[in-house]
């Protein structure tokens, strides 16, 4: 069972810079898609910035495009967010997500964006943008 644990939440002032993690164990694989999402209050949950851990592909929300980065430590087992230019409007919930199995073995950097059902999920981490 693929178990994942965030850190790295915390609360900034707009324009402000936070990194979250993401560390990962149970894969039976070590090629998958891992990623981050969030939901605000009273909003859905959405995709903020996904990648497939065998390299070459990564996907980001338009709006965070330029101000977020993912990146991946394979020694680690961890996925990092580094949000930069944070804004009020980033304040949400942010959920470390996960996909493994067998489409993710065919058809592999493909398959990781951010439309996918992610199967596993960790606790969620809180981010908060003051004004």
């Known amino acids: 069972q693929v178990q994942l644990v965030e850190s790295g939440g915390g609360a900034v002032q707009t324009g402000g810079s936070l990194r979250l993690s993401c560390t990962a164990s149970?894969?039976?694989?070590?090629?998958?898609?891992m990623g981050w999402f969030r939901q605000a209050p009273g909003k859905e949950r959405e995709g903020v910035a996904t990648?497939?851990?065998?390299?070459?592909?990564?996907y980001y929300a338009d709006f965070v495009k330029g101000r977020f980065t993912i990146s991946l430590d394979n020694a680690k087992n961890t996925v990092y967010l580094e949000m930069n230019s944070l804004k009020p409007e980033d304040t949400a919930t942010y959920y470390c997500?996960?996909?493994?199995?067998?489409?993710?073995?065919?058809?592999?950097?493909?398959?990781?964006?951010?439309?996918?059902?992610?199967?596993?999920w960790g606790q969620g981490t809180q981010v908060t943008v003051s004004s």
């Open positions: 997500a996960a996909l493994d199995g067998y489409f993710v073995a065919v058809y592999r950097g493909s398959w990781c964006t951010l439309r996918k059902e992610y199967n596993s």
């Open positions: 149970g894969f039976t694989d070590s090629r998958n898609c």
């Open positions: 990648l497939y851990t065998g390299g070459g592909s990564t």
